[in-house]
């Protein structure tokens, strides 16, 4: 797009928003950076030391995925923006990074969920459906707004960084999308958690603490920020349109792996569980447990 057809007051304006979005994205990626810093240990013990498992493989994926698309997005954000097709090499590559690494960790969610449900079949089978029909969508709209977004070739001074324009509705159908399977798999883990936690008294059950307690706060954390996501799409123009998508994506990526290094640091004080153990296994055996009134702590799994 040609910056001729933009008035001097809409570039002005374009390059004053861009402030606010660096920020959030530098907020985004030091918030990350500061929680791998101080959970290091806690992966080191449970997940390096553990076999080879899928949720070992998608943990490592959801963990270190952030450092390759925030290593890129610091180049994007340092780029002048005197070459637009360079610039939307560099956005459509971080961007289905992005989308990758959501995927990633809504799939560690399902597992979560699954496990909690006593990997019952007909839940694995209504979640396998349900993430194949949210997220194909996903990946169709994601490439549908990739190619509306056009890079501005402004003039100097304004072209110190990549300013974009594209059509905001297919992205925030994306997100609509996330936050409807967010909210089924939310449901899924409080019709379970509420039935098991009348069961039982946190004290005697640290493990089910980590999974329902903590596991709980994670989805409601991360619908809320969904909304409050939408929310900014919905109502700020265009140039705001990844205003928190760095704070999202590293909120995701936090809780996810939280959720389980948590578990496996309740199995480690607990004596009761083999870190090693699939995290599925864990979960869907802590649960027939809890559900037939055994207590945590007096139950040593079999192999």
Not at 57 to 64: A, C, H, N, Q, V
Request: hydrophobic letters at 50%; a neutral charge; one cysteine or more.
């Amino acid at each position: 797009m040609d910056a001729g057809q933009a008035s001097v007051q809409d570039l002005l304006n374009a390059a004053e928003g861009l402030r606010p979005i660096f920020s959030c994205t530098a907020v985004g990626v030091a918030v990350f950076l500061y929680d791998y810093i101080l959970s290091l240990h806690y992966e080191v013990e449970h997940i390096w030391k553990a076999k080879w498992n899928s949720v070992k493989f998608f943990f490592l994926l959801s963990r270190y995925l952030p450092f390759l698309e925030f290593s890129l997005l610091a180049t994007y954000v340092l780029m002048d923006g005197s070459d637009p097709e360079r610039c939307k090499i560099r956005y459509q590559s971080i961007a289905w990074l992005h989308c990758l690494g959501l995927a990633v960790t809504e799939i560690l969610l399902t597992v979560r969920t699954w496990a909690v449900w006593e990997k019952s079949t007909r839940v694995g089978i209504f979640l396998i459906a349900f993430y194949i029909a949210c997220w194909g969508p996903i990946v169709a709209l994601s490439y549908f707004y990739l190619h509306s977004v056009e890079f501005l070739v402004l003039p100097r001074p304004f072209d110190r960084h990549c300013i974009n324009s594209g059509k905001s509705m297919f992205l925030t159908a994306m997100w609509v999308i996330i936050l409807v399977y967010d909210t089924v798999i939310l449901g899924l883990m409080l019709v379970r958690g509420i039935s098991a936690l009348r069961l039982s008294n946190f004290h005697h059950f640290p493990v089910q603490k980590a999974v329902y307690n903590y596991g709980l706060i994670y989805y409601i954390y991360l619908f809320i920020l969904t909304v409050v996501n939408l929310a900014c799409m919905v109502s700020l123009p265009f140039i705001y349109i990844n205003l928190l998508s760095v704070i999202e994506r590293s909120t995701y990526s936090i809780f996810t792996c939280r959720a389980i290094l948590h578990i496996r640091e309740q199995h480690k004080r607990s004596h009761s569980y083999p870190s090693e153990e699939p995290f599925s296994q864990d979960m869907s055996q802590i649960v027939a447990h809890m559900s037939s009134g055994t207590r945590v702590l007096d139950w040593t799994p079999t192999n």
